[in-house]
Nanobody, 125 residues
Framework: QVQLAESGGGSVQAGGSLRLSCAAS????????MGWFRQAPGKEREGVAR???????WYSDSVKGRFTISQDNNKNTLYLQMNNLKPEDTAMYYC???????????????????WGQGTQVTVSS
């Protein structure tokens, strides 16, 4: 059973930076996708960034150029470096994972089987 645990959230002012971490355990195959999703109050959960275990990355248009997803396979940890944060980035951020039969990672959050508990990011203006 894959288990995920996020950390690193907090409160920052607009223009600031945060780095989120997701400690992962329990993978039994080496071909998988991991992603960051977020949900603001009253809004649907949306994708932020995702990465394949072999290294390909994808970003939503709203964070492209500001956020960077990365993974440390030795430490089984996923990261999200968030720079130039904006108030509209305020949300609960979730780490998610799924096994993948290809080198592509879907943006459809409903296809991710494993989820962490979330970490709150609050950006003030």
């Amino acid at each position: 059973q894959v288990q995920l645990a996020e950390s690193g959230g907090g409160s920052v002012q607009a223009g600031g930076s945060l780095r989120l971490s997701c400690a992962a355990s329990g993978f039994t195959h080496s071909y998988y996708c991991m992603g960051w999703f977020r949900q603001a109050p009253g809004k649907e959960r949306e994708g932020v960034a995702r990465i394949h275990s072999v290294g390909s990355e994808w970003y939503s248009d709203s964070v492209k150029g500001r956020f960077t997803i990365s993974q440390d396979n030795n430490k089984n940890t996923l990261y999200l470096q968030m720079n130039n944060l904006k108030p509209e980035d305020t949300a609960m951020y979730y780490c998610a994972a799924r096994y993948s039969g290809s080198s592509y990672c879907t943006s459809n959050l409903y296809e991710y089987n494993y989820w962490g508990q979330g970490t709150q990011v609050t950006v003030s203006s």
